[in-house]
């Protein structure tokens, strides 16, 4: 179902999605006044630019990166493959605007061979700053598997070399691609679903926005786990009272992101802060965020804003529950398999008689 010219990057084309270190002076005019200075700095410091400095450690100790060895077997979760066998994994690279992205489609081995399936396209988290959508391979398999949908995980640039808009533009290509020739891979091109989680979620809450600008149709669907849609986080009791000490990630961190994702841009950019957008029409929208997540304030908030729009909405706020807790198969049981659970129980609602999902 797979057109077999788009597993390879096509010659004179580039993968624009591959990380790769950019020399800070790069940026600066060699005939600049300052570059005598700047020229001794990068002779005593690498990286040259404080941004790459402080995200270098970040990449290299996310989920599963670095040296680090877990010292407890008992504590290191299964695979996606392990979880969730039922799903056939292709590597794809999708047209860009300047190249193409690394994508990952997700086909579950329960449809058939021929059969063009609803479409969900994904977007992996990571603040804005790392990881790959490799990293959630057991949240697309999951996802592909219990709603019998063809998954379409993406890359994207990263901050802070790529800050907004690329990355959500990079998003946004992919999107219009599978609104047109979503056949190619073996997806339904008219209904077509968007999806992601923390960072992620946040591009997939943008879309029906920057879909609107141009006029192109909104996703079918939206699913947001670990729903991030303000930058103006500090308003909120619970990122005042969860962030500063936080584990899965804190208010430095945030900082960082922050900085890195939108230098210049308002954090009130509806593209960027979703919830300070106009929400009229909105698609259908489900939400799994934790009572413990820094965030669960603004989610909630956004929830309450589709609902008063008109949008049918759909929240699930495990109680005690951080952020991330739906990342890892048989780990928060059962609010792991409840969200998952909640997002069938949705999608199964927004596409009645048109596609029959499947149960898991």
């Not at 808009?165 to 891979?185: G, K, N, S």
């Not at 584990?247 to 919830?275: E, H, N, Q």
């Not at 495990?318 to 398999?337: I, K, L, S, T």
Request: glycine share 10%; net charge negative; charged share 20%.
């Amino acid at each position: 179902m797979i057109e077999k010219a788009l597993t390879s990057v096509p010659e004179g084309q580039e993968d624009v999605t591959v990380v790769r270190a950019i020399d800070g002076l790069s940026y600066i005019d060699p005939h600049d006044p300052a570059m005598p200075s700047y020229r001794v700095i990068a002779n005593n410091r690498s990286p040259v630019a404080l941004r790459d400095m402080m995200i270098l450690p970040v990449r290299t100790g996310y989920v599963g990166g670095g040296a680090h060895v877990a010292p407890d077997p008992a504590l290191v979760p299964k695979t996606g493959a392990q979880a969730v066998p039922e799903v056939d994994v292709t590597v794809v690279y999708l047209p860009l605007r300047d190249g193409v992205a690394r994508c990952q489609v997700y086909r579950p081995r329960s449809a058939a061979p021929d059969a063009l399936l609803p479409v969900l396209l994904y977007v992996h988290g990571g603040g804005f700053t790392v990881g790959s959508s490799d990293d959630t391979d057991y949240l697309t398999r999951r996802l592909a598997r219990d709603n019998g949908m063809l998954v379409v995980s993406a890359d994207y640039r990263l901050a802070p070399e790529y800050p907004f808009p690329t990355p959500l533009e990079d998003v946004y290509d992919v999107y219009r691609w599978l609104r047109t020739d979503a056949a190619r891979v073996g997806g339904d091109a008219g209904w077509v679903g968007a999806a992601g989680d923390s960072a992620g979620s946040n591009f997939a809450a943008a879309l029906p926005l920057r879909a609107r600008v141009d006029g192109v149709s909104a996703p079918s669907a939206v699913v947001l786990l670990g729903a991030f849609v303000d930058f103006v986080a500090e308003r909120w009791p619970s990122f005042q009272a969860l962030a500063p000490r936080g584990i899965v990630y804190d208010s430095a961190f945030f900082g960082f992101i922050r900085g890195a994702y939108v230098p210049t841009t308002p954090w009130t950019d509806p593209l960027v802060s979703p919830i300070y957008g106009d929400l009229a029409g909105y698609p259908p929208t489900v939400i799994a965020t934790g009572t413990h997540d820094p965030v669960v304030d603004s989610a909630r908030a956004f929830a309450d804003l589709l609902e008063k729009a008109g949008t049918p909405v759909s929240g699930y706020w495990p109680e005690g529950m951080p952020h991330g807790f739906y990342f890892f198969p048989d780990v928060q049981v059962p609010q792991g398999d409840l969200a998952f659970a909640e997002v069938q129980r949705f999608l199964v609602e927004r596409s009645p008689g048109r596609h029959p999902l499947g149960s898991g």
